[in-house]
């Protein structure tokens, strides 16, 4: 227990070490609120159902650090400490198995967190963010949305047999999604055809979900996307465990 | 007094594919001995220590360390055992001195990493992150952190491979200095040198196969070439008178330099006693004992160098 408290701590302050990871999950969100913010306000439009750009944008950009930390972050870290045999080093000491996933899980969570907490503060201080939705609703929903991601992040890790292949897979996947799902520019903007292609991605779907909590809908409403990123969730985790590799 | 037994092997085999990388090996490391696995690349050293390591499942055989079975009971022996493996690393951005740390919070009865450093010399490169450290430096940090849990029983796998010889003789005295401790070491090299000065007992390894073990001397002594004479002689004479001489196995001449090999304890004296009664003048006169790189090439006909070609390695490695 003492080993995966530690494990966990080392990982915090390595992440913290990686200016690129802790750019992209903590500063690229922040810095596309300010420019997107700046440029169409935050002013109710009829558009976005009498919110404004930077309320219907905030659920999408949460989104977008989710699958930063789970599809790029997280697969690339776990891939790399395989390909550098950090994973057989640590397979021969009395450590749990999980311990190094669940250290990286944890690490990425609470980055993913900070990242969430950073635009809602900065949202907050200067487009005077709105948030109808029920706290804790969107807390749960937001838990839910990165242990599916993550999920994902490690099945790929798991299937891939190379950090660069991890690396080109996340990425290949991650550009078209983050911009089809509304996740890093609102849906509205997207012609209805791609808008109704985008539904094969998970983060569209992550998108849904967190915009309906954060206006507030009820969550009952949205029960097949629940079940659609449940699946997602599932597939990923049985992906992972069973080609899970140490080197 | 009965000698404890730390690491039991009977018929261990293991394949890849159609690679055979150990072919019913037997042997037992005795408590508290250096036991050194010898051959080139590619003869099975790295199986044969990641099937004692709990890494890898043997085909067949029975492997016991510590009278524990690593692939059924690694739960138990992982916190007795310290291993430094071939193809291992650390994150690279974790400072010496954290990844001691670390490695400490996974165990029970931990040493006290900044002791440890100290004995290892790397008191001052506690702060430097694992991937800016030196190879030697990386090499003295794993065997570290194969020590932190104060095992009884460590595997070192090819530990001073790609080390200057500075650095090299620094480990060995490091590992000397393990054994001292009353730890069990077991070790696999292609370094002749390495084997002949830090084993007790060797095993050498030839395409997945033991082919002979014992103590180095005991090796050289029995399947080595025993001493080689070499020396010049600028007038000609017949060198078969020399190979009457008792002990003399063979005798040529190379050039202008005549070879003679031999076992006999007296040789060198007997040789230049004959060529005196034989009044022949040699000039340049040499002795060498033969070494373990004799023997291996005795019984493998193969030198040390790889006896796998690439592919075979290669798969040996995935």
Request: proline share 4%; charged share 20%; net charge neutral.
């Amino acid at each position: 227990m003492r080993g995966i408290a530690k494990l966990t701590w080392v990982e915090a302050k390595l992440f913290c070490r990686e200016p690129l990871a802790a750019f992209f999950t903590l500063v690229f969100p922040v810095i596309l609120l300010l420019v997107f913010g700046s440029i169409f306000g935050n002013a109710p439009v009829p558009d976005y159902e009498g919110f404004g750009f930077v309320d219907a944008s905030i659920p999408g950009y949460a989104a977008l650090i989710i699958a930063t930390s789970g599809l790029l972050s997280l697969s690339t870290a776990v891939a790399g400490y395989r390909e550098q045999g950090v994973l057989r080093r640590l397979h021969v000491t009395p450590l749990h198995p999980g311990a190094v996933l669940l250290a990286q899980i944890v690490v990425m969570f609470a980055m993913t967190t900070i990242g969430m907490g950073l635009l809602v503060a900065i949202g907050r201080a200067i487009f005077a963010l709105k948030c109808p939705g029920s706290v804790p609703l969107i807390c749960v929903g937001f838990v839910f949305s990165c242990l599916c991601f993550f999920a994902l992040g490690i099945a790929l890790a798991s299937a891939v047999s190379s950090v660069r292949t991890a690396q080109a897979v996340g990425m290949a996947v991650f550009y078209p999604m983050i911009f089809l799902s509304g996740a890093a520019i609102p849906r509205e903007l997207l012609p209805d055809g791609v808008q109704r292609a985008a539904a094969v991605l998970p983060l569209t779907h992550v998108v849904t979900l967190l915009r309906a909590l954060w206006i507030g809908e009820a969550w009952t409403a949205h029960l097949g996307v629940i079940g659609l990123l449940t699946a997602v969730a599932a597939a990923s985790s049985a992906i992972a465990v069973r080609s899970f590799r140490w080197e | 007094m009965t000698t404890r037994i730390a690491v039991d092997v009977q018929s261990l085999s293991k394949r890849y594919g159609d690679t055979i990388a150990a072919a019913d090996v037997s042997f037992e490391v005795r408590q508290g001995e250096i036991f050194g696995v010898l051959g080139p690349n590619g003869a099975g050293k790295t199986t044969v220590i990641e099937c004692l390591a709990t890494l890898r499942r043997p085909d067949r055989g029975r492997v016991r360390v510590l009278g524990l079975d690593p692939q059924r009971d690694a739960r138990a022996l992982r916190p007795r055992i310290g291993v430094q493996l071939q193809s291992a690393a650390l994150q690279e951005r974790i400072k010496l001195w954290e990844a001691l740390d670390l490695f400490a919070s996974f165990y029970r009865r931990a040493r006290d990493w900044r002791a440890l450093l100290t004995q290892l010399g790397l008191a001052e490169s506690a702060d430097i992150p694992f991937g800016r450290l030196s190879g030697g430096q990386k090499q003295r940090a794993f065997i570290g952190l194969a020590l932190i849990n104060q095992p009884e029983v460590v595997f070192l796998d090819e530990l001073t491979t790609s080390l200057d010889p500075h650095a090299r003789h620094a480990i060995w005295n490091l590992v000397q200095e393990i054994r001292e401790q009353g730890v069990t070491v077991f070790l696999t090299t292609h370094v002749m040198e390495e084997a002949e000065r830090l084993c007790d007992r060797v095993a050498i390894l030839s395409r997945g196969r033991i082919v002979a073990l014992d103590s180095p001397q005991h090796l050289v002594r029995v399947f080595g070439v025993g001493c080689r004479i070499s020396f010049s002689a600028p007038e000609p004479f017949d060198v078969r008178d020399l190979a009457a001489v008792a002990g003399v196995d063979r005798v040529e001449r190379v050039g202008e330099r005549v070879i003679v090999q031999g076992r006999s304890d007296g040789l060198v004296a007997d040789i230049v006693g004959s060529l005196t009664a034989m009044g022949v003048r040699c000039m340049d006169l040499r002795a060498e004992q033969a070494t373990l790189e004799d023997v291996f090439i005795e019984l493998t006909g193969e030198t040390l160098r790889e006896t796998r070609t690439e592919e075979e390695c290669e798969a040996l490695r995935s």
